[in-house]
């Protein structure tokens, strides 16, 4: 296992800055998980980590050693990629010790570790097959199994579940993450689904446009994001937001105006704002909206409404048993504790109400 150390990183191709000097420490056995949308820059930076991208400028340290200069097998870490990488000529016992097959191990000791690696995996029953035989998760398991079986100081993961339909990313979230509950291995992992980087990391890292917006654990990320590009990419759905103008904050009994002007952006989260129905609460709340349903979601034990407030769009939360029509008039409420507050200029954060 080691330390992962990233140093004013930059990444250029020609005049495009791909990666702009970030700086990150990751500590030894730690989890981390790099989100952000597409051209962020995430999966650059962990192909500089691997080596097989050249760094333009900064420093990178592995183990507390400069390794900008080191060939990838030279780094001792193992990756996994998004299309498994796995020979389909040869079986999954060959698959996984591939990367053994050039060290000096001998042949007892090389077996032994295919089939412990296998054994962890749940691939023991598949060993004398060829990648054709297997399903998608199996394959994935391949893939996982011949980083593992190295037993590398740190695990790379670029988006290794994005081909995998939604039943399978759940189950192999689980798998990777007990894995790595197991081994303690160093991880980075790479996606843009939030919901794999809040059930899966110790500490998440928000990329946009070649720069860490803001780093921390799943609860700190969503509790306290610092910007709105943070708080509506963390959180599944998206946090609404509301030009402070069209709303009042209920304060003790007194109504409080936010911002005449609209200065204010008002984001709150789906799952804090409740639809009132007959059978609501009907105390006061922080924050009353009230406009038109375009749009249900019945999703069991709960059904997401879209409202449609003074030509911005919000969704709202109601018991799984109420299904409104489209078009009818609905109020929602979130009380105050729930309300984050941004800057309509900088989008930057002002804190909570």
């Not at 749009?295 to 449609?308: F, N």
Request: charged fraction near 20%; aromatic fraction near 6%.
């Amino acid at each position: 296992m080691a330390t992962i150390e990233l140093n004013k990183l930059v990444k250029r191709y020609g005049k495009v800055e791909a990666v702009r000097g970030i700086d990150l420490q990751i500590a030894d056995g730690e989890f981390v998980v790099f989100v952000g949308p597409s051209g962020c820059g995430k999966s650059t930076t962990l192909r500089m980590i691997a080596g097989l991208e050249d760094i333009s400028g900064g420093e990178l340290k592995i183990g507390n050693e400069v390794v900008n200069e080191r060939d990838p097998k030279q780094r001792n870490i193992a990756m996994v990629f998004q299309n498994y990488a796995i020979y389909p000529h040869m079986t999954v016992r060959q698959n996984i010790g591939f990367g053994l097959y050039t060290s000096k191990t001998s042949n007892a000791d090389k077996n032994a570790r295919i089939e412990e690696t296998a054994k962890i995996l749940g691939l023991e029953p598949y060993l004398d097959r060829r990648p054709a035989a297997l399903s998608g998760g199996q394959r994935q398991r391949v893939a996982i199994g011949r980083a593992m079986v190295r037993n590398p100081s740190a695990f790379l993961f670029d988006e290794p579940l994005s081909n995998l339909d939604a039943q399978l990313r759940a189950q192999m979230r689980i798998e990777i993450k007990r894995l790595h509950q197991r081994l303690k291995t160093t991880t980075v992992y790479v996606t843009h689904d939030q919901v794999e980087a809040m059930t899966m990391a110790d500490r998440i890292v928000v990329m946009r446009d070649g720069h860490i917006l803001q780093t921390g654990t799943p609860t700190e990320l969503y509790e306290k994001p610092v910007d709105v590009f943070t708080a509506r990419f963390i959180g599944s759905p998206s946090m609404n937001l509301v030009s402070g103008n069209l709303i009042a904050v209920h304060n003790n009994g007194n109504k409080v105006e936010l911002s005449a002007e609209g200065n204010i952006l008002v984001g709150i989260r789906p799952h804090d704002l409740v639809v009132v129905t007959n059978g609501s609460d009907n105390a006061a709340a922080g924050v009353e909206l009230t406009g038109i349903v375009t749009a249900a979601e019945p999703l069991g034990p709960e059904t997401l409404v879209h409202i449609d407030v003074q030509g911005t769009s919000v969704i709202a939360t109601a018991s799984g048993k109420f299904i409104p029509a489209i078009g009818s008039t609905l109020t929602a409420r979130a009380g105050t504790g729930s309300l984050y507050l941004f800057d309509k200029t900088t989008e930057k954060s002002l804190g909570r109400l």
